[in-house]
């Protein structure tokens, strides 16, 4: 009798599986950061850096925490990176040469958050129980509740002062 191997299940690995290679391409990009002379690839490596992250969100069941990764970090922050690097160039007539001072402090920090995240990971209580009686919920619908419910004030005035930074940005920029 022969077997056969149903090609949908080969990329059904294990999670955790897959949390490993997010993790190690999200270290190895954040190393990129740090390390690299090039600001453009720096740039580069810290988007990555963010899609790995969302990764590892998705992995972790908060879809919506990962889709705001991609939008606004991956997505956002990296363009407005290069509009500023493209920028700067543009504004004083010549290639501005980008050197990173501080990559032996930034590696020893890091070095030593990683010591301490190992710690935590090796030494720390995870044994957590769910509560049965609590109905699972949607993590959108969980967080837009919270928005609108528990932090409404928050989301407002975060909202006003997002839109007075704009209006000064604007005002600013029309001056020139």
């Not at 908060?62 to 290069?82: D, K, P, Q, R, S």
């Not at 493209?86 to 980008?98: N, P």
């Not at 890091?110 to 030494?123: D, F, G, K, N, P």
């Not at 619908?141 to 004030?153: A, H, Q, V, W």
């Amino acid at each position: 009798m022969e077997t056969t191997v149903n090609p949908v299940h080969l990329f059904f690995v294990n999670p955790l599986f897959y949390f490993w290679v997010f993790s190690f391409a999200l270290l190895g990009a954040a190393v990129g950061v740090v390390m690299m002379r090039n600001i453009v690839h720096c740039t580069l490596s810290l988007c990555l850096a963010f899609i790995c992250t969302a990764g590892i969100y998705v992995i972790f069941g908060a879809e919506f925490l990962a889709a705001a990764e991609i939008l606004i970090y991956a997505g956002a922050v990296t363009v407005l990176i290069f509009f500023a690097l493209m920028l700067s160039k543009r504004i004083i007539g010549r290639d501005i040469i980008y050197k990173n001072r501080q990559s032996i402090w930034a590696m020893l920090l890091s070095m030593a958050m990683a010591l301490v995240l190992i710690a935590t990971l090796a030494y720390g209580n995870w044994n957590y129980e769910v509560d049965p009686t609590v109905a699972p919920m949607d993590n959108t619908k969980m967080i837009g509740r919270s928005l609108m419910l528990s932090y409404t004030l928050v989301f407002w005035v975060t909202g006003f002062i997002l839109t007075i930074t704009m209006i000064g940005a604007l005002m600013l920029a029309k001056k020139d």
